[in-house]
């Protein structure tokens, strides 16, 4: 592992032990830097501020974490791992949410999930003359309905099982991709 990619993960690793305890928005460069034993200049070479560094932790932990789950039939596993991920960091996720680094939370959700909502709905658009603006709108519909079933969860405690929540969803959703990929398949005829 390279020494650039071992200090992302320490500074990654010390602001995930800050967040634990202290708000995101209290936390400084200094007080990262000092948890883990770095300079400033150091800090500053790898990220431009916390939030980036906090944008990186959602990348290399969750976002790489979910690239194969991108067809009909493995979609509802990613976002199994999402739910996952955010149980697991539990504290860290709620601190973003409650934070000022909040739109980071919104976008680590988004990046996770358009791209699984994406992949379900070029995949079933295949063989189908259906503009590519309007499988990305569709895909954008789903993925902001999915986001905000997982802020609303996160609000409300986390205390439902995600395994129910993606029950449901799976058979809200069961036939819609196909349906509205007809409608926008057929408004052109």
Known sequence: MSSSLLTKKALAASLKRLMQEIPLNKISVKDLTEECHLNRQTFYYHFQD???????????????????????????????????YIEENKAVCLNTLNSLG?????????TMTNP?????????????????????????FYTLAFTGLVIQWMQGGMRENPSDIIGRLSRLVEGNFERALDRYEHKRS
């Open 50 to 84: 916390i939030y980036e560094l906090l944008g990186w932790i959602y990348q290399t932990e969750a976002v790489d974490a979910i690239a194969q789950e991108r067809s009909y039939h493995t979609w509802t596993h990613g976002l199994h791992t999402i739910f996952t």
């Open 102 to 110: 909040r739109n980071h939370l919104d976008s680590y959700l988004y």
């Open 116 to 140: 699984l909502i994406l992949g379900v709905v070029n995949e079933v658009s295949s063989g189908r003359q259906v503009p590519e603006q309007d499988k990305l709108f569709i895909a954008n």
